[in-house]
């Protein structure tokens, strides 16, 4: 079983940064990606980005060169950074980690941006 605790979110005006944090916990050797996931009201799940077991980055084309995702194994926790934030950028930002037998899921964390 994996643990996932997101943070970070909150209330920012257009054109702030956020940090989020998404702390795993459990067995966490079983992880082999990780990843940041949004929903917007009223629209599906998208990938934010994602990092492979290899360390290799994977961001949503819209979101290249605002976010930056990373790990630090030592604090077990998976980051996200996020710059030049719009109002188009509200919603829930959910943490995920895949194993060989599934995906597990944090609890997400809402990011509201205002004009």
């Known amino acids: 079983q994996v643990q996932l605790v997101e943070s970070g979110g909150g209330l920012v005006q257009a054109g702030g940064s956020l940090r989020l944090s998404c702390v795993a916990s459990g067995y966490i050797l079983s992880i082999t990606g990780m990843g940041w996931y949004r929903q917007a009201p009223g629209k599906p799940r998208e990938l934010v980005a994602r990092l492979a077991d290899g360390g290799i980055a994977d961001y949503a084309d819209s979101l290249k060169g605002r976010v930056k995702i990373s790990k630090d194994w030592t604090k077990t926790t998976l980051s996200l950074q996020i710059d030049n934030l719009q109002p188009e950028d509200t919603g829930v930002y959910s943490c995920?980690?895949?194993?060989?037998?599934?995906?597990?899921w944090g609890r997400g964390t809402r990011v509201t941006v205002s004009f």
């Open positions: 995920a980690a895949e194993t060989q037998d599934r995906e597990y």
